[in-house]
């Protein structure tokens, strides 16, 4: 998107200049509520605490408001000076079943939950993008959906959005969106993505394998399933790297193996269970295929049978590629050039932005959140039960949201 010759470029657009300090003089106020989501998590689909954390938040605001009535979801809607197009901004707001140990003055005060993907921060920093565009609306030819959106963590939250109506909250078609994602593990403040997909398709499957119980000091009067489920591990590694390209690629994890009572007997059935995870949907439906495939036949050789199970998960994340290449410019422009680096490879974890995208030109992004005095790669990641985030790069998620809302809606 490169600009024409003699044609304005980002840095000669007023609306854009300034929005990192007023992020900036917003920041008590995103770090006041972001403790407040951490130390009270919820899971799923139902977070009452979290809905009414944001309503009080955006009080005062003039906007258009609506809850969920299939998950607690709360949709913001800010209507600018001028009609115009609608541009949506996401943040997720539940987090994991997990204990914290991060030894912050504001962990987690309920037991076994845990805001450790940052949820919490995206909640934050979309409620002050709210007040700053507020503040700026007469620049805004257009609507704003502000998504503030329950059930990421594996529930399809997106999804009962968007069968909601969370597109045409604005009256207007979503000409773009927008979703930030704090990561622990990248330099604090910048903010990188690429084009097409930037994370992967997340399939849960569940394999059991039937035999015949017997003794275990008589093997040759049952059918030990034990040995055809541990050959089908080492098949289905073999399947992947050898029917599937590299360049577009499969990874297929076992994660369980269950099987037995005790030492001495040989069990009727042992299961495994796994995930697998794709950039396209096309390998995502053949690997699908493969599976059992593969474990009938390595069943058979054993004289047993199996069963086959899938849970379908969040399709694969794909960025616009001319969105993707905007929120970089935007990102150098606002934030400063190293602010804005573009991502090499793609990630094989899920988002069910996917959705959205699916739908509406856009592109998820993620925003560094390092903390200070830790190389990158050696803070504790997303979903360990000790990370922490940097907050100071708070502002330049808000900055980003903002600057995106503007430029789209000029």
Same mark, same amino acid.
């Given at each position: 998107?490169?600009?024409?010759?003699?044609?304005?470029?980002?840095?000669?657009?007023?609306?854009?200049?300034?929005?990192?300090?007023?992020?900036?003089?917003?920041?008590?106020?995103?770090?006041?509520?972001?403790?407040?989501?951490?130390?009270?998590?919820?899971?799923?689909?139902?977070?009452?605490?979290?809905?009414?954390?944001?309503?009080?938040?955006?009080?005062?605001?003039?906007?258009?408001?609506?809850?969920?009535?299939?998950?607690?979801?709360?949709?913001?809607?800010?209507?600018?000076?001028?009609?115009?197009?609608?541009?949506?901004?996401?943040?997720?707001?539940?987090?994991?079943?997990?204990?914290?140990?991060?030894?912050?003055?504001?962990?987690?005060?309920?037991?076994?939950?845990? /805001? !450790?993907?940052?949820?919490?921060?995206?909640? &934050?920093?979309? +409620?002050? @993008?709210?007040?700053?565009?507020?503040? %700026? #609306?007469?620049?805004?030819?257009?609507?704003?959906?502000?998504?503030?959106?329950?059930?990421?963590?594996?529930?399809?939250?997106?999804?009962?959005?968007?069968?909601?109506?969370?597109?045409?909250?604005?009256?207007?078609?979503?000409?773009?969106?927008?979703?930030?994602?704090?990561?622990?593990?990248?330099?604090?403040?910048?903010?990188?993505?690429?084009?097409?997909?930037?994370?992967?398709?997340?399939?849960?499957?569940?394999?059991?394998?039937?035999?015949?119980?017997?003794?275990?000091?008589?093997?040759? /009067? !049952?059918?030990?399933?034990?040995?055809?489920? &541990?050959?089908? +591990?080492? @098949?289905?590694?073999?399947?992947?790297? %050898? #029917?599937?390209?590299?360049?577009?690629?499969?990874?297929?994890?076992?994660?369980?193996?269950?099987?037995?009572?005790?030492?001495?007997?040989?069990?009727?059935?042992?299961?495994?269970?796994?995930?697998?995870?794709?950039?396209?949907?096309?390998?995502?439906?053949?690997?699908?295929?493969?599976?059992?495939?593969?474990?009938?036949?390595?069943?058979?050789?054993?004289?047993?049978?199996?069963?086959?199970?899938?849970?379908?998960?969040?399709?694969?994340?794909?960025?616009?590629?001319?969105?993707?290449?905007?929120?970089?410019?935007?990102?150098?422009?606002?934030?400063?050039?190293?602010?804005?680096?573009?991502?090499?490879?793609?990630?094989?974890?899920?988002?069910?932005?996917?959705?959205?995208?699916?739908?509406?030109?856009?592109?998820?992004?993620?925003?560094?959140?390092?903390?200070?005095?830790?190389?990158?790669?050696?803070?504790?990641?997303?979903?360990?039960?000790?990370?922490?985030?940097?907050?100071?790069?708070?502002?330049?998620?808000?900055?980003?949201?903002?600057?995106?809302?503007?430029?789209?809606?000029?």
């Amino acid at each position: 998107m490169t600009p024409a010759a003699g044609a304005p470029t980002l840095t000669d657009d007023p609306r854009l200049a300034g929005l990192l300090e007023a992020a900036r003089a917003l920041q008590p106020r995103t770090v006041a509520l972001r403790r407040q989501l951490h130390k009270h998590p919820e899971l799923g689909l139902r977070l009452p605490r979290s809905q009414a954390a944001v309503l009080h938040a955006l009080e005062g605001l003039d906007l258009q408001i609506t809850k969920g009535e299939s998950c607690d979801s709360v949709v913001a809607v800010l209507g600018g000076a001028q009609p115009g197009p609608s541009v949506l901004l996401r943040g997720d707001m539940d987090a994991l079943s997990m204990p914290e140990d991060s030894g912050l003055a504001f962990a987690s005060e309920e037991p076994g939950v845990m /805001h !450790a993907c940052g949820h919490d921060t995206h909640t &934050a920093m979309l +409620v002050s @993008a709210a007040r700053l565009l507020h503040s %700026r #609306r007469e620049a805004l030819s257009g609507r704003v959906i502000f998504m503030f959106q329950p059930g990421e963590e594996g529930h399809h939250g997106a999804r009962f959005m968007l069968e909601e109506g969370v597109l045409d909250a604005g009256g207007r078609a979503v000409e773009r969106a927008l979703a930030l994602h704090i990561t622990a593990t990248a330099t604090s403040g910048v903010i990188t993505c690429r084009p097409g997909p930037i994370m992967a398709s997340a399939d849960a499957w569940t394999v059991t394998v039937t035999g015949r119980g017997g003794h275990g000091a008589m093997p040759f /009067h !049952a059918v030990d399933p034990v040995p055809a489920a &541990a050959a089908m +591990v080492g @098949a289905l590694q073999t399947m992947v790297t %050898r #029917r599937f390209s590299v360049f577009d690629p499969a990874v297929l994890t076992v994660g369980r193996i269950t099987a037995g009572t005790t030492s001495n007997v040989i069990p009727e059935t042992a299961e495994l269970e796994g995930t697998v995870r794709t950039m396209s949907d096309a390998v995502r439906k053949q690997v699908l295929a493969e599976i059992p495939k593969v474990c009938e036949h390595m069943a058979a050789a054993h004289g047993c049978t199996v069963s086959f199970d899938v849970k379908t998960g969040y399709p694969p994340t794909r960025n616009d590629d001319d969105v993707a290449a905007r929120v970089l410019e935007l990102a150098s422009s606002v934030l400063g050039s190293r602010f804005g680096p573009p991502m090499a490879d793609p990630l094989m974890a899920a988002e069910d932005f996917s959705y959205v995208l699916q739908k509406v030109p856009g592109t998820l992004a993620f925003l560094g959140a390092c903390p200070p005095g830790v190389e990158p790669d050696e803070a504790p990641p997303n979903h360990s039960n000790r990370v922490h985030f940097d907050e100071s790069a708070f502002a330049h998620g808000v900055a980003m949201y903002a600057a995106f809302a503007l430029d789209a809606l000029r």
